[in-house]
């Protein structure tokens, strides 16, 4: 059974550019009106500079009627929490969830960490979309992966991005990882190269051009893929990293123009994923 996407509106109005959006603001990485959170640790781990908290969340048991939590997918085998507990200048998803409050008419949780949820928790299927990242792929036993299945044929949305394309050889281990698990569970499904005609570019904002997230390296990292289920995107995958613009690392060849545009395409994304 599917279950139809809920769309968390602040207001009556339909999902579309005109309602999603608000007066725009710039989203640039001095902007001192969102939190950035101190630290005095100053140890790396894949070149962060700082460490913060992820909290789990739960929802509530019928989550109908709550606000959109942008939540991170929690899996096996791989760094699950980078850009967050090994942030560079803020922790990736807070900031972003801050700047979806802000620039859209979504209805967003705002907390003071960011959240997860483990692909093993009772509570998966409560969530529209969930946001998965990393450097080195999953390692799904194969009772999550039936789960992940089941959450996808439900109508649920995955946003996975790879936290470094430059890897393997330019190809990173994301989209390898990515290409196995639907191989495994939707062997009659093909992973598709993204137009940028396709709504998920043009849900809020209009992105004509692809810029990227904070790098965008060639041939591999420049475009967007996608798994489609009834004609709507199911998986969209980003080689190019809008996790790593949103916590504040230099952005590559673009600077804060790239930036900018790596907000508004998360934005899209969760905009497509609510409509």
């Known amino acids: ?61 019928e989550p109908t009627g709550e606000k959109f939590v942008f939540i991170r997918l929690k899996y096996p085998g791989g760094d699950w929490y980078t850009n967050l507990v090994d942030y560079y200048r803020w922790p990736s998803d807070l900031r972003f969830t801050q700047m979806l409050d802000r620039q859209t008419n979504i209805d967003v949780a705002l907390y003071s960490n960011p959240q997860f949820v483990s692909i093993d928790d009772d509570y998966l299927f409560a969530y529209p979309y969930l946001f998965v990242t990393g450097h080195v792929g999953f390692r799904f036993s194969q009772e999550q992966k039936w789960r992940l299945k089941e959450y996808l044929e439900r109508g649920g949305f995955l946003h996975i991005e790879d936290c470094d394309v430059r890897l393997n050889g330019g190809r990173g281990f994301m989209r390898e990882a990515v290409r196995l698990l639907i191989k495994e569970l939707f062997p009659e499904k093909k992973v598709e190269r993204l137009d940028l005609s396709h709504p998920i570019y043009h849900s809020i904002y209009d992105h004509n051009e692809y810029l990227g997230g904070d790098k965008l390296v060639k041939p591999y990292g420049c475009y967007d893929e996608a798994i489609t289920f009834d004609d709507r995107i199911g998986i969209y995958f980003c080689p190019s990293d809008l996790n790593c613009a949103w916590e504040g690392r230099p952005c590559s060849p673009g600077g804060e123009e790239q930036r900018q545009w790596a907000f508004e395409q998360g934005m899209n994304v969760v905009g497509y994923a609510l409509s």
């Open 1 to 61: 059974m599917t279950t139809h996407r809920r769309t968390f509106l602040k207001k009556s109005v339909k999902l579309a550019t005109t309602g999603l959006l608000l007066p725009q603001l710039p989203i640039f990485a001095d902007d001192n009106n969102l939190t950035e959170i101190p630290s005095e640790n100053e140890t790396n781990t894949y070149q962060g500079s700082r460490y913060g908290t992820i909290d789990q969340h739960w929802p509530d048991k």
